[in-house]
């Protein structure tokens, strides 16, 4: 188990960006794959994106392909979601997970997660 902690939400304008960080504790950081996933009012939790222990393989959701961007930094035990040109459908609490082993779009694969952090996206 590691633990994580998500920060960098808040509320802002259709068209704007936000990059969301999460904060891994321990020192066995770079063993996991990483992903991040949402969940708006009255949905069920979405996939938004993983990546890799490396950081060399990276995957999408398809809704925020090429707006979105995953990266993280093993120094700093600390992994990174820039979101740019946000969408009011991009409003939801966004988690941070962990899963010890390859990525993953399956929630229920994941090994650890964080409490999560607030988006919300004005039109």
């Known amino acids: 188990q590691v633990q994580l902690v998500e920060s960098g939400g808040g509320l802002v304008q259709a068209g704007d960006s936000l990059r969301l960080s999460c904060a891994a504790s321990?020192?066995?950081?770079?063993?996991?794959?990483m992903g991040w996933f949402r969940q708006a009012p009255g949905k069920e939790r979405e996939f938004v994106a993983t990546?890799?222990?490396?950081?060399?393989?990276?995957y999408y959701a398809d809704s925020v392909k090429g707006r979105f961007t995953i990266s993280r930094d093993n120094a700093k035990n600390t992994v990174y979601l820039q979101m740019n040109s946000l969408k009011p459908e991009d409003t939801a609490v966004y988690y941070c997970?962990?899963?010890?082993?390859?990525?993953?779009?399956?929630?229920?694969?994941?090994?650890?997660w964080g409490q999560g952090t607030q988006v919300t996206v004005s039109s």
């Open positions: 997970a962990a899963i010890r082993g390859i990525t993953s779009t399956f929630s229920r694969e994941y090994d650890s």
């Open positions: 321990g020192h066995t950081f770079s063993s996991y794959a």
């Open positions: 990546i890799s222990w490396s950081g060399g393989t990276t």
